[in-house]
C-alpha cells in the first residue's frame, strides 16, 4: 500500500549559514556562472559603437588560459579608413614632397578587411588585416607615376597602421569582457545577488 513520507528540511538564507558553506554556496555559483547574456550585452554594444566595421563578429576565450583572447572580421569602412590614417601621419610627407593625403584618398578604391586565419584560438593574432584592390589615377595628372610609385611605397606601412588598429581594439574588446566577468563573480556581487533575490540554502551551501 502507498505511503505518504514527510520530510522536514531547514533551510538558511546566505546571512545565515556559516563562513564555510557561504564560501561553498559562492564557489558553486561561479563554476556554473551563465556568461551569456553578459557577453551578448557587451558584443552588441561594441558593435553598435564600430559601425565603421561591416559585418563585425567577434570570437574569444576566457578569462584563464594563456591563448584566450579575442579577435573579430569585418570590413572596414574606406572614409573612415582614410581618415584614421590622415590623422595619423597629420601631414607627414614622403620622399620627393608627396604629401600623404594624396596618397591615402586612393584607398577608397581598396577592400580593407579583417581576415581570420586560425580557427583554433581567438586571439588577436588569429586574424591579420588586408588591403586589397589597385589605385586609380586620373590620366591627366601629370605626376600619375610618381604618385604611383609613392602609394606603392606606402602601402605595406598602411596596412601595419590598419593592424595596429586592429590589435589594439581586440585588446580593449578581451578586457572589456574579462573586466565585466571578474566584476560578475567577485564575492560581494555574489553575496548581493543572492540576498536581493531571497536564495535559500540547504546547510551545506548547496541551493535549496
Not at 531547514?10 to 561561479?30: D, G, P
Not at 594563456?66 to 579577435?71: C, F, H, L, P, Y
Not at 601595419?160 to 586592429?166: A, G, H, T
Request: hydrophobic share 30%.
Amino acid at each position: 500500500m502507498p505511503q505518504t513520507i514527510i520530510k522536514k528540511m531547514t533551510v538558511y538564507s546566505f546571512n545565515e549559514l556559516t563562513e564555510r558553506s557561504q564560501e561553498r554556496a559562492i564557489q558553486n555559483y561561479c563554476e556554473s556562472f551563465d556568461f551569456d547574456f553578459h557577453q551578448e550585452y557587451i558584443i552588441d554594444d561594441i558593435k553598435e559603437s564600430c559601425e565603421h566595421i561591416e559585418d563585425m563578429d567577434v570570437q574569444y576565450t576566457g578569462f584563464w588560459s594563456q591563448g584566450d583572447g579575442a579577435s573579430f572580421t569585418g570590413t572596414l569602412d574606406s572614409d573612415w579608413a582614410i581618415e584614421f590614417l590622415n590623422n595619423y601621419y597629420k601631414g607627414s610627407t614622403y620622399p620627393d614632397n608627396v604629401a600623404l593625403e594624396h596618397i591615402v584618398q586612393h584607398l577608397r578604391t581598396f577592400d580593407v578587411s579583417f581576415e581570420r586565419v586560425n580557427s583554433m584560438y581567438s586571439h588577436e593574432n588569429t586574424c591579420n588585416t588586408e588591403l586589397c584592390g589597385s589605385p586609380e589615377w586620373s590620366l591627366h595628372v601629370e605626376e600619375s607615376t610618381r604618385l604611383l610609385e609613392a602609394f606603392e611605397k606606402a602601402l605595406p606601412t598602411f596596412t601595419e597602421v590598419i593592424d595596429q588598429y586592429r590589435r589594439e581594439l581586440c585588446h580593449d574588446i578581451y578586457e572589456r569582457l574579462r573586466d565585466e566577468y571578474n566584476d560578475c563573480t567577485t564575492k560581494e556581487r555574489i553575496m548581493e545577488y543572492f540576498t536581493e533575490n531571497n536564495f535559500l540554502f540547504e546547510e551545506d551551501g548547496s541551493v535549496y
